[in-house]
């Protein structure tokens, strides 16, 4: 796994989604076997089998989105025509220095200029950015702004190419 600076992790997406889904069949045949010993044991089994269909939409969302990254870099790569220099490029200069499309953060600022928690959405083509700014605008924005008891006005939308 490749981070926007370049730094690499030794994080395996898919070898731990194709753990993951190991887990969820194992977990599902034993909630359709139904040999459980006691109430408790069926509930944690199914709370189980939730959790694990959770964890399998999160990690398929970041796997996703690292296998986009990798494809922007790999272009890179190949528009440079060197391994070492098309690396450099996608990091340190990213789509100003080289014509690959530009994905883009959108966040949501608070007056005081610090970002509303929860409200980063990344990795977002040109085509839908627009709607990624009016629903911080329109849902997220007043939403957080009612629930802790704060005024609307001030707050913007940063976006950030990258």
Do not use: K
């Amino acid at each position: 796994m490749i981070d926007v600076l370049g730094f690499h992790d030794d994080r395996d997406l898919h070898t731990e989604l194709a753990a993951l889904r190991r887990d969820l069949e194992a977990t599902a045949a034993r909630c359709t076997i139904a040999g459980f010993s006691s109430p408790e044991q069926s509930w944690n089994t199914w709370g189980r089998l939730d959790s694990l269909r959770h964890q399998i939409r999160v990690l398929t969302r970041e796997a996703a989105m690292e296998d986009q990254r990798l494809h922007r870099l790999a272009q890179a790569v190949q528009i440079v025509g060197d391994v070492d220099l098309g690396f450099i490029a996608y990091v340190a200069f990213g789509p100003q220095a080289l014509p690959v499309e530009p994905l883009y953060e959108v966040r949501l600022i608070d007056p005081n200029g610090y970002t509303v928690p929860g409200t980063i959405r990344t990795n977002l083509p040109a085509a839908r950015l627009e709607d990624a700014r009016q629903a911080l605008m329109t849902v997220d924005g007043p939403a957080y702004a009612r629930r802790f008891g704060y005024q609307w006005r001030g707050y913007s939308v940063q976006t950030t190419a990258f």
